[in-house]
């Protein structure tokens, strides 16, 4: 009796948080809208869906739909811009991303993107590397970038 009990309140308990809204901190500076996605001025890309974009990075699709090769450029997994990306394209967090990336590195299969440090590293990136792809916090300054425009 007392174990049908236990599993009665663990489901009311669950139920009862699963519709709250999660408390948490305001965002970081430029991560309001989710961070912007850029790319290299050459690369004839100005659209894209998110599974597609999440392909890109997670290096199951190596290419634009030019044929280009795509570089794809991530942010430092404590960043929360990535944090913010990680969630809006691939539907996961950081850390499931890493374990992913894990699988695939002992598996011989592939490697993960470069992770840079800052907004201002992956701007330089990208404005140098034809085909590059990577996303910065939504204040920051996109000279020389192009900005793609996520489509559901």
């Not at 597609?52 to 199951?60: A, D, T």
């Not at 699988?103 to 440090?117: D, Q, T, V, Y």
């Amino acid at each position: 009796m007392l174990r049908l009990f236990s599993r009665a309140l663990f489901w009311v308990i669950l139920a009862t948080f699963a519709g709250a809204p999660m408390l948490t901190a305001d965002q970081p500076p430029g991560t309001e809208d989710g961070p912007v996605v850029i790319v290299h001025p050459a690369t004839d890309v100005s659209g894209i869906s998110r599974a597609e974009l999440s392909k890109i990075f997670l290096k199951r699709l190596r290419t634009w739909s030019s044929g280009q090769i795509a570089v794809p450029v991530d942010q430092a997994p404590q960043n929360p811009a990535r944090q913010v990306f990680s969630e809006k394209v691939h539907g996961r967090s950081v850390v499931n991303i890493e374990v992913y990336w894990k699988r695939m590195i002992f598996s011989g299969r592939s490697l993960p993107p470069r992770e840079l440090a800052s907004d201002t590293d992956v701007l330089d990136f990208v404005r140098s590397t034809p085909g590059a792809v990577g996303y910065v916090g939504s204040g920051a300054d996109l000279e020389g970038v192009d900005r793609l425009d996520l489509e559901r």
